[in-house]
């Protein structure tokens, strides 16, 4: 496993704002460390104190220095000189209108400008929505939901070669040619932009393995049932719009505790009804059970496995047997558990994946992916609206990166699954922790069991080596000692899971900061905290949990 992007043996936190990423100060990092308790609440808030130490973060949530200077080129380029005016910067001319055509307030400035190399398809163009900054909020909430923002590659990329784009506009002002004749013949661009392609098919290719399932009359996933994005909300934006559009009056179920994102980007869409069943037990199933025998039409279910913090898996096997009477779309969202250790593809219609956590591991570049189970009765139609609606906007440079990074996927997993059960036994019975939740020991283990695949990754003790994934969550009897524990706990600390190195955040706080005081009642205190383990020797990860554990110990938590 011999790769510079992996960590040091012993975990570390990094200073507040630091991109969490290794080697230290490499670009495209996708977290930021946030190491105290307080700077998360800072940076939820967008406090000074915390934001103006922010080397790089969440691309979907924060708009990186790349972005930052393109965007300052953009307007320089088309003079617009009032700073009531902004812009944010997409792949593709229609995400930009999409963007501008999200808004609901009037504004006196709403328009797209259009990028390019004059004469060539080239990978130096972009688009720019353009608005007066009141309606950033807006803005922003439509980046956020769809993922469907200029990545920091593709952004680096054009601002190198911005003197050789022109801008096309439908306002004659934003109509200019380029500066300066591009070289075609640059030896800098010629292999990656050549290969494309390739890179392409490779990675669709590698990911149709992964999820081909190894249970008998399973027809293999291709490359053709692959389909990639920039991001993996971008895959669940896509999805859901896809899904929509396939039936008259849609109605859509978010079953079980989905990340906060998916439910907007499902209450955003062209969804007519979207019903919500948050505990995702069997109470939520008999219930939605009775709702389709009664008549009422569900279109499709949207479902995680196991769900990002509370590790629960829902009943997957009954929702399939729900599925199959009733006629409804499974999409279940595996990015928790990812392809390695599960085996998903026989329950689901549709998997969707952020290929930015753990099958990057890097925390370098963002990425998603749908797989469209072949042998789904839904296939024809899911994969014919996809293919003719969907335009490939990822950048071929965030496309090698994610190919690279994943070649170390099978032994990163092994490893950081091995890390996670070594952990458990001492947060389990710590007198300090109320609760742990992982896939190994939740109540829904049986069925988590039952998807567990039994080839890859290779074990010489299934019951002790994993395939339970590296994500577990963690509730304090007392939350000051959560508060305490946080603080204390020298690993990377921030946003994002999934990564090469072991990184813990209050989730909570961070994912659903003004409505945290509501999630408390389905077992999502405002103090619980999320640990992805990493694949840092064993010894000092442990080293130290056990260090911030004794802390809280010392400060009175029992």
């Not at 389709?292 to 009954?318: M, Q, W, Y």
């Not at 189970?373 to 024809?380: E, G, Q």
Request: charged fraction near 15%; include cysteine.
């Amino acid at each position: 496993m011999d790769s510079q992007w992996m960590p040091p043996k012993v975990p570390s936190a990094l200073p507040l704002g630091k991109a969490n990423i290794y080697p230290l100060d490499e670009p495209h990092a996708v977290s930021c460390s946030l190491p105290t308790w307080d700077s998360v609440f800072g940076f939820c808030r967008q406090e000074e104190w915390v934001m103006k130490h922010v080397e790089w973060n969440y691309p979907r949530f924060y708009i990186n220095k790349p972005l930052r200077d393109l965007s300052t080129a953009v307007l320089h380029r088309l003079q617009i000189t009032d700073e009531n005016i902004t812009c944010l910067l997409f792949a593709s001319p229609l995400d930009a209108q999409q963007c501008i055509a999200s808004f609901s307030k009037a504004s006196p400035r709403k328009e797209t400008c259009h990028f390019f190399i004059p004469g060539s398809n080239h990978w130096a163009s972009f688009s720019a929505a353009i608005f007066s900054s009141d309606l950033i909020e807006e803005a922003m909430a439509f980046w956020w939901n769809t993922g469907s923002g200029l990545s920091t590659r593709h952004a680096a990329f054009c601002l190198q070669g911005f003197d050789n784009v022109a801008s096309d506009s439908s306002n004659p002002d934003f109509q200019t040619s380029a500066p300066r004749q591009r070289d075609p013949d640059r030896p800098e661009d010629a292999a990656w932009m050549h290969s494309a392609a390739t890179t392409m098919l490779d990675l669709k290719s590698f990911i149709a393995q992964l999820a081909t399932s190894e249970k008998p009359g399973q027809l293999p996933a291709s490359p053709d049932d692959v389909f990639l994005f920039p991001t993996g909300m971008n895959a669940i934006h896509t999805i859901s719009k896809t899904l929509s559009y396939m039936e008259t009056s849609p109605t859509v179920v978010a079953y079980g505790w989905l990340y906060p994102e998916t439910v907007d980007v499902l209450r955003s869409g062209r969804w007519e009804t979207v019903l919500s069943y948050k505990a995702g037990n069997d109470a939520d199933l008999d219930a939605l059970e009775n709702l389709l025998k009664s008549g009422r039409r569900v279109h499709a279910l949207f479902c995680e496995l196991p769900s990002n913090v509370t590790l629960a898996c829902p009943d997957i096997h009954r929702i399939r047997k729900l599925a199959d009477q009733y006629g409804f779309i499974v999409a279940c969202d595996n990015t928790v558990a990812g392809f390695f250790n599960i085996d998903i593809l026989p329950y689901v219609d549709v998997v969707m994946t952020s290929l930015t956590k753990g099958f990057s591991g890097a925390s370098n570049v963002t990425g998603g992916s749908l797989v469209i189970n072949p042998t789904s009765p839904h296939h024809p139609k899911i994969h014919n609206v996809l293919s003719t609606t969907h335009t490939n906007t990822c950048f071929p440079l965030d496309i090698h990166t994610l190919l690279t990074n994943s070649t170390t996927l099978h032994q990163r997993t092994k490893t950081a699954n091995e890390n996670t059960l070594a952990l458990l036994p001492l947060l389990t019975s710590h007198p300090a922790i109320k609760t742990v939740n992982h896939p190994s020991i939740h109540p829904t283990a049986g069925i988590y069991n039952s998807l567990r695949k039994t080839t890859t990754p290779a074990t010489t003790n299934p019951e002790t080596d994993g395939h339970y994934g590296n994500v577990l969550s963690m509730i304090f009897h007392n939350p000051s000692s959560a508060e305490t524990f946080y603080n204390a706990l020298d690993v990377n600390k921030g946003t994002s899971f999934g990564t090469n190195f072991t990184i813990a955040v209050p989730y909570v706080v961070l994912a659903n900061f003004y409505t945290r005081s509501k999630v408390a009642a389905y077992g999502l205190p405002e103090h619980v905290i999320r640990v992805s383990v990493g694949v840092e020797d064993v010894s000092g990860i442990l080293g130290r949990f056990v260090e911030a554990l004794r802390v809280v110990e010392g400060d009175g938590g029992r």
